[in-house]
């Protein structure tokens, strides 16, 4: 039993590489048949996922409005070659013109000017047009014209533009996430399976999971950095009582309460004149503003600035990766 870990995206990659020069290694002995195609599975998924992160929205509706327009401009040009205004045209010619009308005709009822309108109506209209893509009649149509490799790349990029832009992405960054999620699992079963194949061979596994092993710790050790920030990173005002909140009882309480009813009193001219007067109630009210002077203000309590600092300043969350058992089984 052994468990893997989420790495952030960009560590993905480098694990990705270093599994994708591991295949392409001369080996006296090659790799077993079974971990080769995981390990195929999983650069095929960092190659994914190296795309989604590295494009835009921006990039993807441009490049749809392109392949849309151009699939368009491909049908009436077909109907342009086929112009018969002085030589006639034969039967196949004539079945190959009412083609490529039909196939306008069914595909861009509207023209395309809607790929100057909102990205929600540009949707919608894709949507309709994926769906005419997928009737029999045009298919057959598209296939007897030779354009099922165009028709395949302007289907990829609606695909590519609803999980980017459309209403079935959620958000324009659906594409990194389900790409990630590709990733997650293609690792788990390339890890899952040089286990199983090289369960006594400790050199292999280091090879092919090494880089894995050496990013996870590299990402733990920079999580505890940013949990637990050097005194160096942090901002200071000058006054190490106020930024540190060091513990502080007895007499030291009672003058970190002096020091605070002061700088209250500088400056809240009000508060002053209120204390000097005897007021209770002002000087209730400038303890209830100062956590630090009320805590140590209590008769005979022993309550530290550090406590009192607690209870304004809420402890950090530990961050941690989500774990996914495995079993070599």
């Given at each position: 039993m052994f468990t893997t870990s989420t790495l952030d995206n960009p560590r993905k990659?480098?694990?990705?590489?270093?599994?994708?020069?591991?295949?392409?290694?001369?080996?006296?002995?090659?790799?077993?048949?079974?971990?080769?195609?995981?390990?195929?599975a999983l650069v095929d998924a960092s190659e994914r996922l190296r795309f989604f992160?590295?494009?835009?929205?921006?990039r993807v509706d441009q490049a749809t409005d392109t392949v849309v327009t151009s699939f368009r401009a491909h049908l009436e040009k077909g109907e342009q070659v086929l112009k018969d205004s002085v030589v006639p045209l034969g039967a196949p010619q004539r079945e190959a013109l009412g083609r490529f009308r039909m196939?306008?005709?069914?595909?861009?009822?509207?023209?395309?000017?809607?790929?100057?309108?909102?990205?929600?109506?540009?949707?919608?209209?894709?949507?309709?047009?994926?769906g005419a893509l997928h009737e029999p009649e045009v298919v057959d149509a598209i296939a007897v014209q030779g354009m099922q490799d165009l028709s395949?790349?302007?289907?990829?990029?609606?695909?590519?533009?609803?999980?980017?832009?459309?209403?079935?992405?959620?958000?324009?960054?659906?594409?990194?996430?389900?790409?990630?999620?590709?990733?997650?699992?293609?690792?788990?079963?390339?890890?899952?399976?040089?286990?199983?194949?090289?369960?006594?061979?400790?050199a292999i596994q280091q090879e092919l999971l090494g880089t894995y092993h050496a990013q996870l710790e590299q990402q733990r050790a920079s999580y505890r950095t940013r949990k637990v920030p050097s005194p160096a990173d942090k901002p200071s005002s000058g006054n190490d009582a106020e930024n540190r909140c060091p513990e502080v009882t007895g007499q030291g309480a009672a003058?970190?309460?002096?020091?605070?009813v002061a700088q209250k009193t500088a400056e809240a001219p009000k508060t002053a004149v209120a204390q000097q007067n005897g007021s209770d109630?002002?000087?209730?009210?400038?303890?209830?503003?100062?956590?630090?002077?009320?805590?140590?203000?209590?008769?005979?309590?022993?309550?530290?600035?550090?406590?009192?600092?607690?209870?304004?300043?809420?402890?950090?969350?530990?961050?941690?990766?989500p774990s996914t058992a495995l079993s070599a089984t």
């Open positions: 990659l480098v694990v990705g590489n270093a599994v994708s020069n591991a295949l392409n290694v001369n080996r006296p002995n090659p790799l077993l048949s079974s971990t080769q195609l995981r390990a195929e992160i590295g494009i835009s929205p921006q196939l306008r005709t069914r595909l861009f009822p509207k023209g395309t000017a809607y790929i100057r309108a909102s990205m929600d109506l540009q949707w919608g209209e894709l949507v309709a047009l994926r395949a790349h302007l289907l990829e990029h609606i695909a590519l533009y609803g999980r980017m832009l459309g209403k079935e992405a959620g958000s324009a960054r659906a594409g990194v996430e389900e790409a990630s999620g590709v990733w997650n699992e293609a690792m788990r079963l390339f890890t899952a399976q040089v286990v199983l194949d090289y369960e006594k061979d400790a003058a970190a309460q002096g020091t605070a109630a002002s000087k209730a009210a400038v303890l209830q503003r100062e956590p630090h002077a009320r805590a140590a203000s209590e008769p005979g309590a022993q309550v530290t600035v550090a406590q009192a600092c607690a209870k304004e300043r809420p402890q950090e969350a530990e961050v941690t990766g």
